[in-house]
């Protein structure tokens, strides 16, 4: 596959989007570069993904881009990457334009990172990045975003190894242009498809759990179920099969199994995969640290043809060392060395009583090296020096109170364990509680309502906050949302239907409208209004941001059916046209030979159309057949004098025998002869014989 070439020496230091200024280019592949930059607005570093050309000139793609990207970025959540903007960057360089996305650097690397270097995760590990990434989904899902890619690649950690999801808005845009291309995907990129979507259907919400349920499958086995050589085989592998559950999979085989489904009415949601792990994590340990690759600096690296939308690029770093507790104040932080080996650790990676409460031995104790005594010549005594010496038994004693002390003010750091609050805020609940049940803190739980964190029943904030520590037996106060903080509903009756419907906007409601007619209230007035949840609900309560509320918008007085008033009298029309606010306008009078004087011919608009309120019905009324009189021929008229006076009236005239030239000597119509002030209609014929 050809690739079109990003060179970043050419671009370094561009300014995208008119204020992130490029500084290292940390990764490079055929669909998108991902670029360290520092965002010279709010002076922060940021990670901006700029697409290849050859995914914008996508058939498309710009449109699908903006789209999905215009509403992908109002969805926020800590279980999702954050998008702090977006946009296409005219270059510098006289290039075609750039999409790009901006969104927060984090330093824990991706789930892609650690399975390629061979790590597998516990069962807890897995437990916790998959409720991690419900969570995400499920607010995702609620906001009707679907990610439409979610592979390992797209998982990625911060510093406190909580699992975030990136490129929401952005995977689904390219994920079909890059099949669109080159005769259609690669295998690499149908590795987590459902069967849904490799039938051609469009991907749904519950596609992204399907994904889900492999990623996870593989983060245990080291293998991505129904994988082939090729994609099309790949696809065909997983439509209509149930994922083979193994002993790899131990207790969160049922659950996985239901989140990976072939059918989709059949699969769990993401709220309910959370639940179903909530459930499994109360039989399982705490899990340990994930194994993070974790990078502090930016460093430059290349995606594999495999990975063309790898997330994060991760640099090689010293994975962080535990923290352990402090001792308590008077407790010496330090045991002594025993006469065996150091101390070794239990399951809780505190010191083993047994091995602290071990006896020095005698080499431990001295703590003072001997010195030999200096040679006295035979049969000489020393003068006697008078000094001040220490008794024998100070040094032992001392020593052996010292290793007492340490054995007291380690039994004491043991019998109450000091562990570090972790991070809890947007987490469910049962969830969080399950978490900090290992530590047997006395956990009290309070609900408040909270904008900052509008999901009911997600943590708020601990007491004490994540990253202090707090002993076994203390006080942990967990603060959770019942929801966003109630807003008070204005009355908006009689108000122009803009200006309530800007009103409900800002105050955070989502406001509707329905027209309808109606005689007296003047159009686009707010007529009524009402909660269709609860109708119950008036002006001045208290409801949640986020409530539809159903406008009732006055269109007007509502438009008339126009009657048909062809063949009437006009005075007659008009009084079948009192009480329907319409009137009749002649426009036109018509002479017509079949049709009454006075009669109306023809109308516009046309029976059973619609009329405004008022409006008129424009006619044409019949002046009856156009009679003209005979005039009075006199005798011996020469036919052209005869014939000039009756087309001067009105008349056809025919010579029917004779000469042109002759005078006249019979005038008859249609046989008869006529007498002057006879009427006929205009164009009559008139038959003339001349001698």
């Avoid at 881009?65 to 270059?91: C, K, Q, Y």
């Avoid at 897995?126 to 979610?150: K, N, S, T, W």
């Avoid at 049940?437 to 997600?458: K, M, N």
């Avoid at 029917?656 to 009427?679: F, K, M, N």
């Amino acid at each position: 596959m050809e690739i079109d070439p990003l060179e970043p020496e050419t671009r370094l230091n561009e300014l995208i989007g008119g204020r992130y200024r490029l500084t290292s280019f940390i990764a490079k592949g055929s669909a998108i570069s991902i670029a360290d930059a520092w965002d010279e607005t709010d002076q922060r570093p940021v990670l901006v993904r700029l697409i290849r050309r050859r995914i914008m000139a996508s058939p498309g793609f710009v449109h699908s881009f903006r789209t999905a990207m215009s509403s992908a970025a109002l969805v926020s959540h800590p279980n999702l990457i954050a998008i702090f903007d977006w946009g296409v960057h005219e270059r510098s360089d006289g290039n075609p334009p750039t999409g790009y996305v901006v969104t927060e650097r984090l330093e824990g690397g991706s789930l892609r990172d650690i399975l390629d270097r061979g790590r597998r995760l516990s069962y807890s590990q897995a437990l916790q990045v998959g409720l991690d990434l419900c969570h995400g989904l499920a607010e995702a899902h609620r906001q009707g975003q679907v990610h439409g890619e979610v592979t390992p690649s797209k998982i990625v950690f911060g510093a406190d190894g909580r699992a975030r999801l990136v490129d929401l808005g952005l995977a689904a845009p390219m994920q079909a242009a890059l099949w669109s291309v080159g005769g259609g995907p690669e295998n690499h990129m149908v590795l987590y498809t459902a069967p849904e979507v490799a039938e051609g259907k469009s991907a749904t919400s519950l596609s992204d759990i399907y994904g889900l349920g492999l990623v996870l499958v593989e983060t245990l086995t080291g293998a991505v179920p129904f994988s082939t050589d090729s994609a099309a085989a790949t696809l065909r592998a997983r439509i209509g099969r149930l994922l083979p559950v193994s002993a790899d999979l131990g207790p969160l085989a049922q659950v996985l199994e239901h989140a990976a489904r072939p059918t989709v009415e059949e699969r769990a949601s993401a709220v309910e995969l959370g639940l179903e792990l909530v459930g499994v994590a109360r039989r399982l340990p705490r899990p340990e640290p994930l194994p993070l690759v974790m990078s502090f600096e930016p460093a430059t690296a290349t995606i594999p043809e495999d990975e063309s939308l790898e997330a994060e690029v991760p640099t090689p770093s010293n994975p962080a060392e535990p923290v352990m507790p402090e001792p308590p104040q008077g407790v010496p932080a330090t045991i002594p060395a025993t006469s065996d080996s150091s101390a070794s650790d239990d399951e809780n990676g505190r010191e083993s009583p047994a091995n602290v409460e071990q006896q020095p031995s005698s080499d431990s104790v001295s703590a003072q090296p001997q010195t030999a005594a200096p040679s006295v010549p035979a049969g000489s005594m020393p003068r006697r020096v008078s000094t001040s010496r220490r008794p024998r038994w100070v040094m032992p004693v001392a020593a052996l109170v010292a290793v007492i002390a340490a054995v007291i003010g380690a039994r004491v750091l043991l019998a109450t364990p000091v562990y570090e609050v972790p991070v809890l805020s947007g987490i469910a609940e049962a969830e969080a509680l399950n978490i900090v049940t290992p530590f047997e803190w006395s956990v009290s739980v309070t609900y408040e309502r909270s904008d900052e964190q509008p999901v009911s029943g997600a943590v708020i904030r601990t007491n004490p906050a994540a990253g202090e520590q707090l002993r076994e037996g203390g006080i942990f106060a967990v603060v959770v949302s019942e929801g966003p903080v109630l807003r008070e509903l204005p009355e908006v009756t009689a108000m122009q239907g803009a200006d309530a419907l800007d009103l409900l906007d800002s105050a955070g409601f989502q406001p509707f409208t329905e027209i309808v007619y109606n005689e007296v209230i003047e159009i686009g007035e707010v007529i009524s209004w009402e909660i269709p949840d609860d109708p119950a609900i008036q002006a001045g309560d208290s409801v949640e941001p986020g409530t539809l509320v159903r406008l009732v918008l006055s269109g007007g007085p509502a438009p008339r059916e126009v009657p048909n008033v062809v063949g009437l009298i006009v005075g007659v029309a008009r009084a079948q046209l009192v009480g329907t606010a319409l009137r009749i306008v002649e426009v036109e009078e018509i002479y017509d030979d079949e049709t009454e004087t006075g009669l109306i011919l023809s109308q516009s608009p046309q029976p059973g159309e619609l009329l405004e309120r008022g409006g008129a019905i424009e006619v044409s009324v019949s002046l009856g057949p156009n009679l003209i009189a005979f005039p009075s021929v006199p005798a011996n008229s020469s036919f052209e004098d005869a014939q000039k006076l009756l087309t001067d009236a009105g008349f056809t005239v025919e010579l029917i025998l004779g000469a042109a030239d002759g005078d006249v000597e019979e005038i008859t119509i249609d046989g008869d002869r006529p007498s002057p002030g006879d009427e006929f209609p205009n164009g009559t014929q008139v038959d003339i014989v001349a001698a």
